[in-house]
Nanobody
Framework: VQLQASGGGLVQAGGSLALSCAVS????????MGWFRQAPGKEREFVAAINWNGGDRYYADALTGRFTISRDNAKNTVYLQIDSLKAEDTAVYYCAASYGSRTVRSIEMYPYWGQGTQVTVSS
């Protein structure tokens, strides 16, 4: 399974950004998809996850309201919409895949990872 994240960039605080992650090499609808982020000097942290059909979505408690995860199984793509960006959102954002029907948040449950896309928020 290969994951290719895109859509990062430099954005002013208060702006919005839409990240995409294209998945190939597997049956996309068989995977729970997650987004994680890693800021400089910090550990990688959970952002959001969505189950195979989009019926279940989970967000990190501190991020609820500004982040929206979605998926299009016809396009083998998962998305992360980030609104009202803050300087502390600056990080490399990674998409990841976990096979199965459960919606998982634990980083250890994701064996497949994309290369990451940099999001930088200027204040």
């Amino acid at each position: 399974v290969q994951l290719q994240a895109s859509g990062g960039g430099l954005v002013q605080a208060g702006g919005s950004l839409a990240l995409s992650c294209a998945v190939s090499g597997g049956t996309f609808s068989g995977y729970c998809m997650g987004w994680f982020r890693q800021a400089p000097g910090k550990e990688r942290e959970f952002v959001a996850a969505i189950n195979w059909n989009g019926g279940d979505r989970y967000y990190a408690d501190a991020l609820t309201g500004r982040f929206t995860i979605s998926r299009d199984n016809a396009k083998n793509t998962v998305y992360l919409q980030i609104d009202s960006l803050k300087a502390e959102d600056t990080a490399v954002y990674y998409c990841a895949a976990s096979y199965g029907s459960r919606t998982v948040r634990s980083i250890e449950m994701y064996p497949y990872w994309g290369q990451g896309t940099q999001v930088t928020v200027s204040s």
